[in-house]
């Protein structure tokens, strides 16, 4: 379950940092976008998948969850 | 912005403009800050008696040290053995932090690697790091030699050096016989200076201790002279060139002289110069091992009395010239040379420059810091010139060395008011020289700061640091000069002549007021 | 000789063959020629892994990265180096973060704290002596803000409580005290350092006010400044351009920074976090935006092309009346920049540049020296991560080299082939390169110069770039008698 920060770039992508691999990856595909559920399985540019329990609503962001690595 | 594109200015005095002292006043607002009242407070209270007081009750808290930890000893004196890579184990930061340390004081690279340990290593121990590390430089780097040292890391986490070096070579890692000789040199026991003497006892132990069958004092009819930790390439050449003078014949026992100088001509020399091994292993054969630092050389002397069965001659540091005079008549006892009429002739020069100079540094009082040897050496300086050390800082002093260097000053009549601290620290010595003037302070550049803070206090309160020692960072070239036998006199008495002669007239240039003393000829 | 990415790859193949296999195979994924178009460097490039055994690695330690970047040049605090005495004393005053005030009494950046560990504290413990020297610094440094503690290899060995030395002694007198757990076997370079320092900010000081009415009141033009350590002053020069285009610099993090200027931030809720080294400061900006809403922005002042780019990209998060001074000021300072490039381009151009230096510089500089028609064909950080090169690839130009964590031998193979006209790196590798006659600047202390900020940088930059090149010195390497005449050469040729 390793925790990550979700936060929009300047460009305006949703991106997804894995805190303690310092690693930043863009999101490619979200599940869930809102408006009704947000979260869902994750896919990232590197190809790694992850799965986050949707929120009600879409989150103000940025934001740091925990992660199911799929 | 402000840059004349054919005055460009760097930070200083760029900062002095408005623009930038503007910044400072509002950046200020957001530091809450303390008031300029309360801080010149504060800093005359720094400034007393009171304060010197509790500053001497610290019993636990170091303020700007004067000393370094074991390894950089270790490195320094490996540097000094032909094609000799010196191999660092434990973390791979102390390394980074020692050839920045010698390269800012030598302006020179120092080829120095470590095995960078991490966190796993601090679990299962270093083994695997030393296979490595022993086979990657020396793959990379050609040595002939690896002289080992250790972090605290290592020596906290217990690691077996020994055998895990036998291991590396039995795991084929490096041949059996290539040359690995090695010393513990843990941070938390003694200074750098500890750290030197245990690596060359180190050396010499590796490559001495299982074969002095058929070794005999005195059968190569040479001598052996180990400098110590030294800031100094002069001091190398000096005593080289009065053997020479003397026509005997030597081995300095750790030699950087040329791998600390290579010549910039297009190509670059990680190795140059340096003791080889032949050399060490033919070093029980000399007549004798001179220490010239021996305060510090205390495990090498007892390997060379006790393993070579050589008498290790008892000397002081040759530094001024009574000492001089004893080291030339101990190499001549020894080896059965006159003392020739060059170096008589230096001596007389170096007489006729203290008569030349003597009423300048007759009475002035200095306060001196520095590493045992060499603050011994220049009291001893001081009071043949009839100058006064006042205070005599050493923080890595023992005991024994405070009790001969008291000695020392007390027999003579320009030491009688002198002050011995070991133990204590730069902050300690601050408060010494607010306490009590003296005229200059002599030691390496961390001084600069104490020249800062008395000029602060007053131009009347302020100690002019005169750089002699280890390290220098903020001056080129000094490195370069010699403090050791006639020669290295000449530079001290030149260096602390014209130091009062510069400030003589820093004080005497003020037009309409001390003017009438800012005289041509001096 | 600029090189395409094939021979590149070759030049690096050659280097590589003098390691032992298994070393060599590592090595490779440490080193590529430049490809701009790549977005992403994590398939092409291995970094942030441990430096190998033996290599003589550039690297420092997270001691090296806490207390020597980040807290260090944090001027109205006390920073211990908690261990033995080496640490403190080699990292003293390296790095020339420029402060002012008055040293012992209300700023101690460039002064030594150590607890000078002996045997008995490595084998009972130095909580004690922790405790008792928090108490000495108090009395003998009573405008001491706060006091950070920061862990040398020992200490975190002998599993000392140093946090609950820090939480009680910060209840006994008052201040703030910050323990980072910065060991230096921790991690595998400085950039570990960093991040715990970073965590420290975040867990120890910034929430500190949190709850309290602000003592000062916030503006719309409020921003602070991240990451600049103010090495030669570079922070300075940064404040004035921020301030020259009407914003309000509430806090440096932390060149000539102060403990205040921290806790302010939160209660100030400045209107953008501008974040100079991204490597060392990511982490406290991305909470700080996570926590207070402070959005963060990388911007780069070194030559006045990117100057002028990142002073826009600052000025579209504020009003128009910030975008008009940002016009202004670009315009003003055209002049000066144009005299600049007209005395030094002309001496410069198409000088070819390696560098090899920490956070951001091995990307950040590029726009400079190309300001000056100077090209850079090769790059490398002692302790990037993979979001480092990421940065990177557009910055630099087809088939440059890049070197992570390149070893001393690497960095003189490749200094050897490719002959650069100038090398921009460290003092440990300054003077190897003086004597292979290769011109030299260090870049990460500016070669006791600086600062290279902002418009009055630029200047000091390229008037110190010029003196790198074009002293005589280099020319005369060779003696006369060993010198080939010309016509001897023409000679040989025909």
């Known amino acids: ?70 | 912005m402000s840059q004349d594109v054919n005055a460009i200015e760097q930070g200083f005095p760029l900062f002095n403009k408005p623009e930038y002292q503007d910044t400072f006043a509002r950046k200020r607002v957001f530091e809450e800050a303390h008031s300029p009242e309360k801080i010149e407070q504060v800093f005359q209270w720094t400034t007393t008696e009171e304060y010197k007081e509790l500053n001497f009750k610290r019993q636990m808290l170091g303020v700007n040290p004067n000393k370094v930890c074991q390894p950089v000893g270790a490195v320094l004196c490996a540097l000094g053995f032909h094609k000799t890579l010196p191999y660092v184990h434990g973390s791979q930061g102390c390394v980074a932090y020692f050839r920045t340390y010698f390269n800012r004081h030598f302006r020179e690279p120092i080829a120095t690697v470590s095995d960078s340990m991490t966190e796993d290593a601090a679990v299962f121990g270093g083994q695997k790091n030393i296979f490595e590390g022993l086979e990657n430089a020396k793959k990379m780097y050609e040595p002939e030699m690896m002289a080992i040292s250790t972090t605290c890391m290592a020596e906290v986490i217990g690691d077996d050096l020994n055998s895990f070096v036998n291991n590396a070579k039995k795991e084929g890692r490096v041949p059996v016989d290539f040359p690995t000789p090695f010393a513990n040199t843990p941070s938390f026991v003694g200074s750098h200076t500890t750290g030197w003497d245990n690596m060359l006892e180190g050396i010499l132990r590796y490559f001495t201790l299982n074969h002095m069958e058929g070794k005999t004092p005195g059968s190569n009819g040479k001598l052996n002279l180990v400098l110590g930790f030294d800031g100094y390439l002069g001091n190398l050449r000096v005593i080289k060139r009065m053997l020479k003078e003397m026509d005997v014949e030597y081995t300095f026992l750790s030699d950087p002289e040329e791998v600390l100088d290579t010549p910039a001509d297009g190509e670059f020399r990680m190795y140059a110069g340096g003791t080889t091994q032949d050399e060490i292993k033919d070093a029980p054969n000399a007549i004798d091992t001179l220490l010239l630092q021996p305060w510090h050389l205390i495990k090498t002397k007892k390997f060379v009395q006790e393993t070579w069965n050589q008498p290790a001659a008892s000397i002081q540091i040759p530094m001024g010239l009574a000492w001089t005079d004893e080291f030339l008549m101990k190499v001549s006892e020894l080896t059965g040379k006159p003392i020739p009429a060059s170096l008589e002739k230096e001596r007389g020069r170096l007489i006729d420059m203290m008569a030349d100079s003597h009423q300048w540094l007759h009475g002035k009082k200095y306060s001196v810091f520095g590493d045992p040897d060499s603050v011994t050496g220049m009291c001893q300086v001081l009071m043949e010139l009839g100058a006064e050390p006042l205070h005599v800082l050493c923080q890595n002093g023992s005991k024994k060395w405070l009790k001969d260097i008291t000695k020392l000053l007390k027999s003579s009549p320009y030491g009688q008011e002198a002050e011995v601290y070991t133990g204590k620290d730069l902050w300690h010595l601050r408060s010494l020289v607010f306490s009590k003037k003296p005229d200059f302070l002599i030691g390496n550049s961390y001084g600069k700061f104490i020249q800062r803070d008395t000029l602060h206090k007053g131009k009347e309160h302020e100690v002019p640091l005169v750089r002699i020692g280890f390290p220098l960072f903020d001056r080129h070239h000094l490195h370069r000069d010699t403090t050791l036998g006639y020669e290295g006199m000449m530079y001290i008495l030149k260096t602390l002549v014209n130091a009062v002669m510069e400030r003589m007239d820093q004080d005497t240039m003020v037009m309409g007021d001390t003017d009438y003393a800012f005289d041509l000829v001096r | 000789m600029t090189m395409n990415r094939q021979e590149t790859e070759q030049l690096i193949q050659e280097v590589l063959e003098v390691y032992p296999d298994a070393t060599g195979k590592q090595r490779a994924k440490h080193l590529m020629a430049n490809d701009p178009t790549l977005e992403k460097s994590n398939k092409c490039l291995v970094t942030n892994k441990k430096a190998l055994p033996g290599v003589m690695t550039a690297r420092g330690c997270a001691y090296a990265g806490s207390k020597g970047v980040v807290w260090g040049p944090i001027k109205d605090m006390v920073n211990i180096s908690h261990g033995p005495v080496g640490c403190g004393q080699l990292s003293r005053g390296g790095r020339r973060n420029y402060v002012t005030g008055y040293s012992g009494i209300n700023v101690f950046a460039e002064m030594n704290f150590t607890s000078d560990f002996q045997e008995k504290d490595v084998v009972f413990g130095g909580d004690k002596k922790l405790a008792t020297i928090i108490d000495e610094i108090n009395t003998l440094f009573p405008l001491v803000k706060g006091i950070s503690i920061q862990s040398e290899c020992p200490v975190g060995l002998i599993g000392d409580d140093i946090e609950a030395v820090a939480k009680q002694k910060a209840k006994e007198i008052g201040k703030t005290i910050v323990p980072a757990r910065c060991e230096g076997f921790r991690g595998v370079s400085q950039s570990l350092g960093h991040h715990v320092a970073n965590d420290t900010l975040r867990d120890w000081v910034l929430s500190n006010r949190d709850g309290q009415e602000p003592t000062i009141e916030s503006t719309p033009y409020d921003v602070v400044l991240t990451g600049d350590y103010n090495v030669g002053g570079d922070a300075w020069a940064s404040r004035v351009l921020m301030e020259s285009i009407g914003l309000r610099v509430i806090g440096q993090w932390s060149g000539d920074g102060t403990l205040s200027e921290l806790e302010l931030i939160p209660s100030l809720k400045p209107k953008l976090n501008l974040l100079h080294c991204y490597r060392s400061m990511n982490y406290i900006s991305r909470h700080m935006e996570e926590k207070y809403g402070i959005p963060w922005l990388e911007y780069n002042f070194f030559g006045p092309t990117q100057i002028a780019k990142s002073l826009r990209a600052i000025a579209a998060r504020f009003d128009e009346t910030i975008q008009a001074n940002v016009e202004r000021v670009i315009a003003e300072n055209q002049a000066e920049m144009d005299a600049i490039i007209a005395k030094f381009r002309p001496r410069l151009e198409g000088k070819r540049v390696m560098l090899f230096v920490g956070g951001l510089r091995p990307r950040h500089v590029i726009g400079a020296y190309e300001d000056l028609g100077m090209e850079i064909i090769g790059t490398g950080y002692e302790f990037a991560h993979n979001d480092d090169y990421d940065r990177t690839f557009k910055e630099l130009q087809d088939g440059a080299l890049i070197y992570d964590d390149a070893t001393s031998f690497e960095l003189e193979a490749f200094a050897e082939r490719l002959k650069p006209d100038l090398i921009g790196s460290g003092i440990k590798e300054k003077f190897v390169f003086h004597k292979m006659g290769i011109p030299f600047r260090q870049l990460h202390s500016w070669d006791y110069s600086g600062p290279y900020h902002g418009y009055d940088g630029f200047a000091i930059f390229a008037r110190d770039m010029d003196m790198a090149i074009n002293n005589p010195c280099w020319k005369k390497m060779t003696p006369p008698w060993k010198q080939k005449a010309v016509g001897a050469d023409l000679a040989e040729a025909a």
Not at chain 1, 13 to 25: G, H, S
Not at chain 1, 28 to 42: D, K, R, T
């Open chain 1, 1 to 70: 379950m390793p925790s990550v920060m979700l936060r929009n770039n300047a460009a305006g992508d949703l991106v997804f940092y894995i805190t303690k691999k310092d690693q930043e990856e863009t999101v490619v595909a979200l599940e869930h976008s809102g408006p009704n559920a947000w979260g869902g399985e994750i896919e990232l540019a590197d190809g790694s998948r992850f799965y986050l329990e949707p929120f009600a609503q879409t989150p103000k962001l940025p934001m740091t969850v925990r992660v199911k690595r799929l």
